[in-house]
């Protein structure tokens, strides 16, 4: 390998795209963002994450030959059926490297907590609860039928639902204005009317105005807002069920977890989850901030792919750019 190298790594979530491109020494070298990745949510998802890669190719001053080795985690990659459009996010054209397609929670593991053993939580966009054990095994919520709907356009429809059922009362009347302003309706009379005609008729445009009112909801349980905490700890009480199962795969008594994405790191999910958690049934629970981003995540594990070592002064130097950190 030559010394102007590089590797690029890629975040690819519902929402967003992030490229970062950074030499074999761990320095940052540039950072994109984009639209998102999954084509389930967007169908620019090809050209969002084309476009992403070649201005950050450019920004780093780089081309596709300097690429040594690609890492993309790409939500919705969840069984080989959906091989064929995940991989086409990456054929740019002269982009011939080795290229390694996973799931946007293995980045976010291996930014979070360095590959060790452990349990991410993403609740955001998208819901998953993520684990790799003492043993090297990966074992998702997925894989054991199970899913936590915390996803921010789950609460909306949640809370939505239970405005339409007439289930508020006088703490509620603030979520119930911001829902019915959310919707431009100024009765639930109107709202139900929406609700018959399905709100939007395009899914992808109808889950992403839902998902824009999860902050309205997660605020609001803060707030003592009973609709909204029915609504949020039902989800709290999911993410736990997702926690405690994972955990029972780990030899030891003690896992750490780490917390990714808007919904699970708002004040109220993030405070009743942690007290939740704080009775574990399964194992005890160490909440740490993850060390590093999931677009970050993926640049390590572009260099571990090269067999290079994630040293000390590796870490120092990816930790230079902003974008490596969360928040």
């Given at each position: 390998?030559?010394?102007?190298?590089?590797?690029?790594?890629?975040?690819?979530?519902?929402?967003?795209?992030?490229?970062?491109?950074?030499?074999?020494?761990?320095?940052?070298?540039?950072?994109?963002?984009?639209?998102?990745?999954?084509?389930?949510?967007?169908?620019?998802?090809?050209?969002?994450?084309?476009?992403?890669?070649?201005?950050?190719?450019?920004?780093?001053?780089?081309?596709?030959?300097?690429?040594?080795?690609?890492?993309?985690?790409?939500?919705?990659?969840?069984?080989?059926?959906?091989?064929?459009?995940?991989?086409?996010?990456?054929?740019?054209?002269?982009?011939?490297?080795?290229?390694?397609?996973?799931?946007?929670?293995?980045?976010?593991?291996?930014?979070?907590?360095?590959?060790?053993?452990?349990?991410?939580?993403?609740?955001?966009?998208?819901?998953?609860?993520?684990?790799?054990?003492?043993?090297?095994?990966?074992i998702r919520n997925y894989d054991l039928c199970h899913y936590a709907a915390s996803a921010a356009r789950f609460l909306a429809y949640d809370a939505t639902f239970e405005?339409?059922?007439?289930?508020?009362?006088?703490?509620?009347?603030?979520?119930?204005?911001?829902?019915?302003?959310?919707?431009?309706?100024?009765?639930?009379?109107?709202?139900?009317?929406?609700?018959?005609?399905?709100?939007?008729?395009?899914?992808?445009?109808?889950?992403?105005?839902?998902?824009?009112?999860?902050?309205?909801?997660?605020?609001?349980?803060?707030?003592?807002?009973?609709?909204?905490?029915?609504?949020?700890?039902?989800?709290?009480?999911?993410?736990?069920?997702?926690?405690?199962?994972?955990?029972?795969?780990?030899?030891?008594?003690?896992?750490?977890?780490?917390?990714?994405?808007?919904?699970?790191?708002?004040?109220?999910?993030?405070?009743?989850?942690?007290?939740?958690?704080?009775?574990?049934?399964?194992?005890?629970?160490?909440?740490?901030?993850?060390?590093?981003?999931?677009?970050?995540?993926?640049?390590?594990?572009?260099?571990?792919?090269?067999?290079?070592?994630?040293?000390?002064?590796?870490?120092?130097?990816?930790?230079?750019?902003?974008?490596?950190?969360?928040?």
């Amino acid at each position: 390998m030559q010394n102007g190298d590089v590797v690029i790594g890629i975040d690819g979530g519902g929402t967003h795209t992030r490229v970062m491109v950074a030499d074999l020494q761990g320095n940052v070298l540039s950072y994109v963002k984009k639209g998102a990745s999954f084509l389930h949510k967007d169908a620019n998802a090809k050209q969002n994450v084309h476009q992403a890669i070649q201005e950050a190719l450019q920004q780093a001053g780089k081309s596709p030959s300097q690429v040594k080795q690609v890492t993309a985690g790409i939500a919705g990659y969840d069984s080989p059926s959906d091989e064929e459009w995940v991989t086409s996010l990456t054929a740019v054209p002269g982009l011939h490297c080795p290229k390694e397609h996973v799931n946007d929670t293995v980045v976010a593991h291996s930014g979070a907590l360095l590959t060790k053993p452990g349990i991410i939580i993403i609740s955001g966009t998208g819901s998953n609860i993520y684990a790799v054990t003492e043993t090297g095994e990966q074992i998702r919520n997925y894989d054991l039928c199970h899913y936590a709907a915390s996803a921010a356009r789950f609460l909306a429809y949640d809370a939505t639902f239970e405005l339409l059922a007439g289930n508020i009362d006088e703490t509620d009347q603030a979520l119930a204005a911001a829902i019915l302003s959310h919707w431009e309706q100024t009765s639930v009379a109107g709202l139900a009317e929406l609700a018959r005609v399905g709100f939007i008729e395009d899914q992808r445009e109808r889950n992403r105005r839902f998902a824009q009112l999860a902050p309205v909801i997660t605020e609001a349980a803060f707030r003592s807002s009973r609709l909204a905490q029915t609504v949020c700890d039902r989800a709290i009480h999911q993410i736990a069920v997702g926690i405690e199962m994972l955990a029972a795969y780990f030899a030891s008594e003690e896992v750490k977890l780490s917390f990714i994405g808007s919904v699970i790191n708002s004040d109220y999910f993030r405070q009743r989850l942690s007290s939740t958690l704080q009775k574990g049934k399964n194992k005890q629970y160490r909440i740490v901030n993850p060390a590093f981003s999931p677009v970050a995540g993926a640049v390590l594990q572009a260099l571990s792919y090269l067999h290079i070592p994630i040293h000390t002064d590796v870490l120092h130097n990816l930790s230079l750019h902003p974008c490596s950190k969360m928040g």
